[in-house]
């Protein structure tokens, strides 16, 4: 069995929930004038997409509709029509910008499996480079990110921009 460790999400982990805050997919999809600060890069018409302010590795995105369901049987055949462009846009921008060399895509569904936000379905864009497993984060419990959260936003927003 190998172990796939991330201890730099510790930080979401212990984290406070949202808890009676509501749900910070649709709050952030409803506060257009601070995309930046949501870190939303881009609004169609029944999606958006954002950075994760806990990322796997730079440039981890999130595709996620505005309606607020749990299931992809929830969704519309337009939207997840929408998601999957949207998904290889963003994958194609990600390839351009930061010059990934491979993708994790996905979707967990349900706290069964693995949603950290479970009852608002999102999709999970993860670039990923040769070599970008190391040491740092099961030796040193540090996860090497090689660029900020807002560096990362401002780079791929241009592009993102161009999609309308």
């Not at 994958?91 to 993708?103: A, P, V």
């Amino acid at each position: 069995m190998k172990n796939l460790w991330a201890p730099w999400r510790m930080e979401y982990v212990r984290s406070k929930k949202n808890k009676g805050k509501g749900c910070v997919f649709c709050t952030k999809s409803k506060e257009k004038k601070n995309d930046k600060d949501n870190l939303v890069l881009f609004r169609g018409e029944e999606s958006f997409v954002l950075m994760n302010l806990f990322p796997y590795n730079n440039g981890h995105l999130m595709i996620t509709p505005y309606k607020h369901v749990e299931t992809m049987n929830s969704l519309s055949q337009n939207c997840m029509t929408e998601i999957m462009d949207l998904s290889k846009k963003s994958m194609k921008i990600i390839n351009k910008i930061l010059n990934s060399e491979g993708f994790n895509f996905g979707v967990n569904i349900g706290k069964a499996g693995g949603a950290g936000i479970a009852d608002h379905i999102h999709f999970h864009v993860v670039p990923r480079w040769n070599g970008d497993t190391n040491f740092m984060p099961v030796i040193g419990q540090t996860k090497v990110m090689v660029g900020g959260l807002l560096e990362t936003y401002n780079e791929l927003k241009s592009s993102f921009d161009k999609l309308n």
